[in-house]
């Protein structure tokens, strides 16, 4: 009896394989950090605060600071090296097309200079109708500095979902006082962009299982019905496991996993409080 032939790469070289820049990064990555074992209640009391930081502060350098501040826990969560890879990407996809938007379109610039014309005034049809689109250095810069405000948000946002499970973030928003309702539809929210793509994902690897040649206008042709049609499903199985758990049936729900504060947890709000109080400061002192 001939014998089956020796594997060609072990389970740890498997193991090391970096994921496919396919692989949605907004989805709980299962890790032993400081940041993992706090109390989901202090990451979403974490989120609230740079959220309204984000949009109350205007001064730069505080913005930079809050983008700094808000990094840490990002980090201190130690993502793997392609999940970290693909934030800072994204990151500068964002701070790129933040940047290049205001550049154009931005009415902050107080009658700067225009660097170049992107479509100019006496342009037939669109000069008549826009007025010329033009790009200025000074809506580049307060573009730039705007895309802090996302980024830090983003920081925080990632903060929470690369660290705790979703039935725990359901857990923290109704200890918070959220209605089960609207903690769900939250959590659902955000759960929807890495389903969608793992089903994409899914449905493109059938089809080039069936031999179709998946490119250009045909991928978008041979993949969209098929996810739409997948989100529906999913929709309806959602719906169906809602009901069979009597979700929404205005009784007390009881939880399989229970969450408490720790020290850790009281000095995270204290660190939390300080750097609210810090900035606010700041900016109310006009640093």
Known sequence: MRSRPPCTGSRSETARRP????????EYAARDTPVHRLDP???ILWLTTVTVLAVVLHD??????????SLVPFVAAR???GVGAKVAAFYLF?????TLSQGFFSTQTGGAEPLFWLIAPDAPYLGAFTGGVAFTLAGAA???VQAFRVLAILNASLTLVLTTPLNRVVLGLSKLGLPPLLAFMVTTAVRFVPTVFEEWKMILTAQRARGIPLTGRRMIEYSLSPLVLASIRRCNQLALAAESRAF???VGRSAYV????GPADRSCMVAIAVVAVLLLGAALAGV
């Open 41 to 43: 209640r202090t990451k």
């Open 94 to 98: 964002v701070a790129v097309g933040t």
């Open 142 to 144: 307060y573009g730039f």
């Open 19 to 26: 994921r496919s820049w396919g692989d949605p990064i907004f």
């Open 258 to 261: 229970e969450i408490a504060f």
């Open 60 to 69: 730069p350098v505080l913005l930079v600071c809050l983008f700094g501040v």
């Open 248 to 250: 929404g049936a205005g």
């Open 79 to 81: 993502p793997s090296g």
